[in-house]
Nanobody, 130 residues
Framework: QVQLVESGGRLVQPGGSLRLSCAAS????????IGWFRQAPGKEREGVSC????????????YYADSVKGRFTISRDNAKNTVYLQMNSLKPEDTAVYYC???????????????????WGQGPQVTVSS
């Protein structure tokens, strides 16, 4: 069964950190671009970050939305078939349901359109509040 399983969402205080994990089962992430999206209540889904597959010894390319640049870091561990989103200096406006998604794409392909993604995780809740 092909699926993405996310973990790491919880309540955290402003200024705190969280790491979300997105583990794939039933397929290998090596050749996929992985995106993180989030959706807050009453708002549209927003693309947060994306990491492409690499090419030999060259790591994949990354993208960050302006709202998270400098605070969030996306990374992948192909040996563990997992992608991570490290979130630091969290703000109340980061509160949302976070989804990871996978799209089969050539190396170094950043995919921004949610409609392009083939597989989606279940979406853990991240709440930033004091």
């Amino acid at each position: 069964q092909v699926q993405l399983v996310e973990s790491g969402g919880r309540l955290v205080q402003p200024g705190g950190s969280l790491r979300l994990s997105c583990a794939a089962s039933g397929f290998t992430l090596d050749y996929y671009s992985i995106g993180w999206f989030r959706q807050a209540p009453g708002k549209e889904r927003e693309g947060v970050s994306c990491i492409s597959s690499g090419d030999g010894s060259i790591d994949g390319s990354t993208y960050y939305a302006d709202s998270v640049k400098g605070r969030f870091t996306i990374s992948r561990d192909n040996a563990k078939n997992t992608v991570y989103l490290q979130m630091n200096s969290l703000k109340p406006e980061d509160t949302a349901v976070y989804y990871c998604a996978a799209h089969l794409a050539p190396p170094h392909t950043i995919v921004l359109a949610a409609s392009a993604y083939d597989y989606w995780g279940q979406g853990p809740q991240v709440t930033v509040s004091s």
